[in-house]
């Protein structure tokens, strides 16, 4: 029992917001780089080609998330769970199988989208080349989030999220500009080819800050029969939800890419890119507090458990709530730095900032069902109302267009949202949206 519980908590939130600062500051330079690389991209791109550019980092991104198989949410439940138990060994085990199934369905992966490149070839449906690039990042991001999320179990924020964020997203603008200043303007596929070299680099130096840090980061296949065996339902489950987030992110693109046009898709990408800068700071703190919800809940602390994701509702949705009123207010100047003709991309980021505010009301509800244990729920939930949004978007494009994507995307997030977190209260104990932070008080620890 706490000698102190109120001092215990005041201590606990101190810890996890100063930490969640680090990762805050580093977020916020992230996306000030992130923007700035695609303003840069679409200003020196055609239309045409960064629209391509769009599609193929949007559809690697999907499936380097599929290449993960659901491990970057396994460690961050694994690591912390087995060393509250005592067991540092199992621990180990489960960051180096980890690592190891990322590496196999990684490639499997990109070998699988190699041939659907060469069957469109083939077939003269169009140009290819973009889909040859984006198999080239689909092992680089794969890793990228593995490594990130197996450095922030172990409790190291700056070197989990430095070198992908401030290195990769530093060094491609810089090259693009540098390239451009050459002589040289970059096509969709030549962009991507030019990410996935940048990403390769900050991977690298990544590995060796992590060794001389001694971190462990290396895959390793020597347990990986007995990990499979003890996690794979668990891994299957987690492998889905991650999907599903990352489609609910990314599918719209390649939809209005397909149904609409390339260039349709580069403004919609530019427009959800830009309205998730309202996530951010929920993003920032999540990454942080997702092994600390893990370590709390498995130990039994149910009080921490609350005050943590109270604390995250909280911070996430007043940094939204500013953020959105500057989108209300300015939109239209925001998205006229990308260049070119962005008709309908103030109107595409109210739109699609309107979901993700009521994500940010909602708090970490999807990191609380992961780290506790309840991710089938979650795939079931979460994925039956993105999938039907998905299904509803076809039709729905092909008569609006872009506009009618993002507000499907908008329905469905809020609804999806809005179920997880009820579950999250009903079945979990931890409300994660912004009453819960009313709750903390209310709640009594158990037996771990």
């Known amino acids: 029992m706490d000698h102190n519980p109120r001092s215990d908590l005041k201590g606990l939130l101190r810890s996890g917001l100063s930490k969640s600062l680090v990762s805050l500051g580093i977020k916020v330079a992230t996306a000030g780089l992130t923007y700035l690389s695609y303003v840069v991209l679409s200003r020196l791109m055609g239309a045409t080609d960064y629209g391509y550019f769009a599609f193929g980092l949007s559809l ?107 290195i990769w997203r530093t060094a491609l603008p810089l090259a693009v500009v540098l390239l451009w200043y050459g002589g040289v303007t970059l096509t969709g596929w030549a962009a991507l080819l030019l990410t996935a070299a940048m990403l390769v680099l900050a991977l690298g130096l990544q590995y060796l800050f992590a060794r001389v840090r001694r971190y462990e980061i290396a895959a390793g296949g020597a347990g990986l029969g007995a990990y499979w065996r003890e996690h794979g ?61 893990a370590h709390h809940y498995h130990a039994g602390e149910m009080r921490k458990a609350q005050a943590i994701t109270a604390l995250c509702a909280w911070a996430g949705f007043l940094f939204s709530l500013v953020v959105f009123v500057g989108f209300l207010l300015f939109g239209e100047q925001v998205m006229s730095l990308f260049g070119g003709d962005q008709r309908h991309g103030a109107l595409l980021l109210v739109i699609l900032s309107v979901g993700l505010l009521v994500d940010a009301a909602t708090g970490p509800s999807r990191i609380v069902m992961m780290m506790t244990g309840h991710e089938r729920a979650y795939v079931r939930i979460f994925g039956a109302v993105i999938v039907a949004g998905m299904i509803v978007q076809v039709p729905v494009i092909l008569a609006y267009g872009a506009i009618g994507a993002a507000i499907v995307n908008t329905l469905a997030r809020i609804a999806a949202q809005l179920a997880i977190a009820w579950y999250s209260h009903r079945r979990i104990g931890l409300d994660t949206t912004l009453l819960g932070a009313f709750l903390v008080n209310r709640l009594a620890d158990r037996a771990a």
Do not use: C, K
């Open 233 to 293: 339902t668990a891994s299957r489950s987690f492998f889905f939800g991650t999907v599903l987030d990352s489609a609910a992110l990314n599918v719209d693109i390649i939809f209005v890419g397909l149904l609409v046009a390339p260039a349709a898709a580069g403004v919609y990408f530019n427009a959800f890119r830009t309205a998730g800068l309202l996530t951010l700071f929920m993003f920032a703190i999540t990454l942080v507090v997702a092994p600390m919800v």
């Open 60 to 166: 690697a991104t999907i499936l380097a998330i599929g290449a993960n198989f659901g491990q970057q949410t396994a460690i961050l439940r694994y690591w912390p769970a087995e060393m509250v138990a005592g067991r540092p060994e199992r621990a180990l085990n489960a960051l180096r199988a980890g690592g190891a199934i990322t590496l196999i369905a990684g490639v499997v992966v990109t070998f699988g989208l190699v041939l659907a490149s060469l069957a469109t070839g083939a077939s003269g449906h169009g140009p290819v080349l973009h889909l040859y690039a984006a198999a080239a990042l689909i092992l680089p991001l794969a890793f990228a989030e593995y490594w990130s999320s197996a450095l922030r179990a172990q409790g190291s924020v700056w070197t989990g999220l430095a070198p992908r964020d401030l």
